[in-house]
């Protein structure tokens, strides 16, 4: 069973907001992954998590907040975000982060910020 | 910069033909190459990686690697409309570090009927 959920599907929320969002894989994957993709475009490395830790962080502005419960679950956390943060927010998992790891993407979160 | 690169389409091709995509990567250390389709409003999914140079096959994709000329690319046979879908290459190299990929713009696939 290759599946990572997220939730929720879709989420729109004003600037002053706060909200989550929620990643969940049973895979017993050790890393796991925040991306956000805009329309026709790749997407784009937010932050990386490895065995629960906080592995890497592309310099994403502090108004999105990781969370690495345990090794099942990632939540991004969204506080005062701008309208140009609105995107698709993916998240993935791999088994580890060695170099031969192939990633799984969830569905998907469609955020828009108003 | 590590760069992956690809013709960013649309490529049109007939039904029932072959199409062929392909993806040039800068970084010589490059260790892992990986296939992810994505149809439109929907998130990518890995249909194929390979490793070593040669051909690798699953059903109707065959992935083919060359790491002398530094491309590599993803053959599908017998098109189907739906194969229309966004290709994108990723990359992972051997001197990334914690990097895990890298993808390349993706390749917009039209399969006419």
């Known amino acids: 069973d290759t599946e990572v959920t997220q939730t929720p599907k879709h989420l729109v929320m004003g600037m002053t907001n706060k909200k989550s969002l929620k990643c969940e894989q049973h895979?017993?994957?050790?890393?796991m992954y925040w991306y956000k993709q805009k329309a026709k475009k790749p997407p784009e490395l937010m932050f990386v998590?490895?065995?629960?830790?906080?592995?890497i962080n592309e310099s994403v502005p502090s108004r999105f907040s990781p969370e690495c419960p345990n090794s099942s679950l990632l939540n991004l956390h969204l506080h005062a975000l701008q309208p140009e943060d609105s995107a698709l927010y993916l998240c993935?998992?791999?088994?580890?982060?060695?170099?031969?790891?192939?990633?799984?993407f969830g569905p998907g979160t469609r955020l828009t910020v108003t | 910069q590590k760069e992956v690169e690809q013709n960013s389409g649309p490529l049109s091709v007939p039904e029932g033909a072959i199409a062929s995509l392909n993806c040039t990567y800068s970084?010589?250390?490059?260790?892992?190459f990986f296939w992810y389709r994505q149809y439109s409003g929907k998130s990518p999914e890995l249909i194929m990686f390979?490793?070593?140079?040669g051909d690798k096959e699953d059903g109707r994709f065959t992935a083919q690697l060359n790491k002398a000329s530094q491309y590599v690319s993803l053959l599908i046979r017998d098109s189907q409309p739906s194969d229309s879908a966004t290709y994108l290459c990723?990359?992972?190299?051997?001197?990334?570090?914690?990097?895990?990929?890298?993808f390349g713009k993706g390749t917009r696939l039209s399969v006419i009927a």
């Open positions: 993935a998992s791999s088994p580890s982060l060695d170099r031969s790891s192939e990633q799984y």
């Open positions: 895979m017993g994957h050790r890393a």
């Open positions: 990723a990359v992972r190299s051997r001197y990334s570090g914690n990097t895990p990929l890298v």
């Open positions: 970084d010589r250390g490059s260790q892992s």
């Open positions: 390979i490793y070593s140079n």
């Open positions: 998590y490895s065995y629960e830790k906080l592995s």
